[in-house]
C-alpha cells in the first residue's frame, strides 16, 4: 500500500486533531465573553424599557452595562491573558445585585429584578471564566 497523507493507517500517525482542539478551546474562551458583552449592551439600553428614568439611579446601568461591554468585548477579542478583567467584570455583576439596595431603589420591583437576574448572570459567567481560565486560551 503505498504511503498517503498524514493521519493514514499507511504512515501509522494519529489523525491531526490539533485544530478541532485549539477551535474548541477558542470557541470557550470567547462565547462566556460575548454573552458578557450582550448582558452589558442590554444595561446600557434597558433603561427606557425597565421603568421610569425618574424612578431609579439609570445612570447605574449605563456606567456599568459601559464597562462590563467593554470588559467583554476585550476580552473576545483577545482573551489571552485577560482574567483580571474578568475578575473585574464579576465585581461589576455582584455590584449591578447590590445596586438597587444600596442606591435604594429596591422599590422599583422591574428595575431591581433587571439588576440582580443581570448581575447574576454576569457574576456566573465571568466568575466561571475567570475560574477555568479561559483568559489564558486564544491565539
Not at 489571552?80 to 431603589?105: D, S
Amino acid at each position: 500500500m503505498p504511503a498517503s497523507k498524514e493521519g493514514s493507517p499507511a504512515t501509522g500517525s494519529r489523525p491531526a486533531a490539533a485544530p478541532l482542539s485549539r477551535r474548541l478551546t477558542t470557541d470557550l474562551a470567547y462565547t462566556p465573553s460575548a454573552f458578557v458583552t450582550l448582558a452589558g449592551l442590554w444595561l446600557v439600553l434597558s433603561p427606557p424599557a425597565v421603568a421610569d428614568r425618574a424612578t431609579y439611579a439609570w445612570w447605574s446601568d449605563v456606567a456599568c452595562g459601559s464597562a462590563i461591554a467593554v470588559l467583554g468585548a476585550i476580552r473576545v477579542v483577545r482573551p489571552r491573558g485577560t482574567g483580571v478583567l474578568g475578575a473585574i467584570t464579576a465585581v461589576l455583576g455582584g455590584w449591578l445585585i447590590a445596586a438597587p439596595f444600596v442606591l435604594g431603589f429596591a422599590e422599583v420591583p422591574s428595575a431591581t429584578w433587571n439588576h440582580i437576574v443581570v448581575g447574576a448572570v454576569v457574576v456566573v459567567i465571568a466568575g466561571v471564566s475567570v475560574f477555568t481560565g479561559d483568559g489564558q486560551a486564544g491565539p
